[in-house]
Every structure is written in structure tokens, then in C-alpha cells.
């Protein structure tokens, strides 16, 4: 029987690690499962990829690097994203993740055409929510923490569009029967999100961004939260 591997495309600012940890731990809280049962890979630091059959889920995390540049180690889980899903071995990329699994199946990722994404958000689900295994559960209009200046700019023929709001048009995908792309950050936690906008302060102002409202509209976000916890029953149901 596989393991669920975390695949660790980066890593947080430094004093948000130092005081909330780093993206495997959140993503590893979010899912409830013992960390005996969960494999941690550091991609950016050239470690190397599980085979497929090893693998009874994927979860690829965000990252500070940028999709587009097509880093080496990047590169490398592009290539291996195919063989999960031919595989049908469950997957969810978050944020990094998200856009690497539309590039990985045809798809086109780049800088958002109006910038920054970031904040508590409100996400509108689509249509196709309502039979999808990850999404069916949650209402129509979710809470959900967003950090990302790179979206996916055109998703394959074969993507299904899952969710959107009035600033991103694809806040999540599937593909196939169990690959899911989220451009939001189902584990951050509201701490999480206000350190982000923090660390980010200097750059939001010089945007135009009002930093204060920023942190003040903050909110704890539960339903995106609970998809981190849905892909663990999916994974454990698939076994």
C-alpha cells in the first residue's frame, strides 16, 4: 500500500515559519491523518520523486518561485504529473500546484493580467460542483485565504473549471476522475494569512493596497479548509 506524499515545491517566509511552521505542516494538519502515514518530499532541494505505484496520493504545495520560469526541479514534477493521473492516483495542487498541473496537461500559466490576488476572498462554485468528489459538499459562495500573482491562463480541452470569483477565473480544475488544481490556500488559517499580508506590506503599498483593511477583513475560512480533510477520505477511499 502507498503512502501519501506531500511534495514540498518551497518554502514560507522565514518569520512565518518560525512562528506557524511551513507548508507540509499546515497541509499535514489539514489533512487529520498520522504523519507515520504521510512522506514529505522537498522537490526544491533536488529530492527525488516517488515512483507511481508508491503513491497513494499527491498533494503539491505552494511555492515563492514562479511557475513560468521553468525551473529544473519544477520541470521534473511537470513531467511526472501525467503518470499519476494516467495512474489515477489522487491529486491536488495548491496554489504552485495548481498552475503546475494545467502546465503539466497542455495548459498555459502566467502573471494575472490585474496583479495580486490576496487576502480572505469570497469563491463562487461552478456548475460541475455538484457531482465532483472534492467540491459537492461545500456551499455555492466559500471563504477562502488567496496569495498569488500567477494564475492559469487557459486550461486544456479536457479540465473542468470547478470555481471562480470576480478576480480569478479559475480558482479550481479537475482532471479526470481525481486531479484537482486549487489556486486558493485551503491551509492557511487566518495567523497564516495576516503574516503573508505582513511580509507583503511594503510591495501591497507601493500597489495602492490599504495593508490595515487587508488584515482586518481576514476570517478563519473552514469550507476550504475542509477540502484538505475531503482529498484524505478520497485518498484513503481509493486504496
Request: proline letters at 5%.
Amino acid at each position: 500500500m502507498g503512502k501519501l506524499y506531500i511534495i514540498k515545491a518551497g518554502t514560507t517566509f522565514p518569520e512565518t515559519a518560525k512562528k506557524y511552521g511551513d507548508f507540509e505542516d499546515w497541509t499535514l494538519k489539514g489533512l487529520g491523518l498520522d504523519p507515520g502515514h504521510v512522506s514529505i518530499v522537498h522537490a526544491q532541494q533536488g529530492e527525488h520523486l516517488p515512483l507511481v505505484h508508491e503513491c497513494s496520493g499527491v498533494i503539491v504545495t505552494g511555492s515563492h518561485d514562479m511557475v513560468s520560469d521553468e525551473l529544473a526541479w519544477s520541470e521534473r514534477i511537470a513531467d511526472w504529473i501525467p503518470e499519476l493521473i494516467d495512474a489515477q492516483v489522487p491529486f491536488l495542487g495548491i496554489c504552485y500546484g495548481h498552475q503546475l498541473l494545467a502546465k503539466a496537461i497542455g495548459g498555459q500559466v502566467g502573471y494575472h493580467p490585474g496583479g495580486e490576488e490576496i487576502g480572505t476572498v469570497s469563491i463562487d462554485l461552478l456548475p460541475d460542483c455538484a457531482t465532483d468528489p472534492l467540491f459537492q459538499k461545500l456551499p455555492s459562495r466559500f471563504q477562502a485565504q488567496v496569495t498569488h500573482e500567477q494564475t492559469v491562463l487557459s486550461l486544456p480541452a479536457n479540465a473542468i473549471r470547478l470555481a471562480a470569483n470576480a478576480f480569478e477565473d479559475c480558482h479550481a480544475f479537475r482532471i479526470g476522475e481525481c486531479a484537482w488544481g486549487v489556486q486558493f490556500h485551503p491551509e492557511y488559517d487566518a495567523d497564516i494569512m495576516r503574516s503573508y499580508i505582513e511580509a507583503d506590506a511594503a510591495e501591497l503599498k507601493a500597489l495602492g493596497q490599504n495593508v490595515t483593511e487587508l488584515c482586518n477583513h481576514v476570517r478563519e475560512t473552514p469550507e476550504a479548509a475542509s477540502l484538505l480533510l475531503r482529498f484524505s477520505e478520497i485518498v484513503q477511499l481509493s486504496r
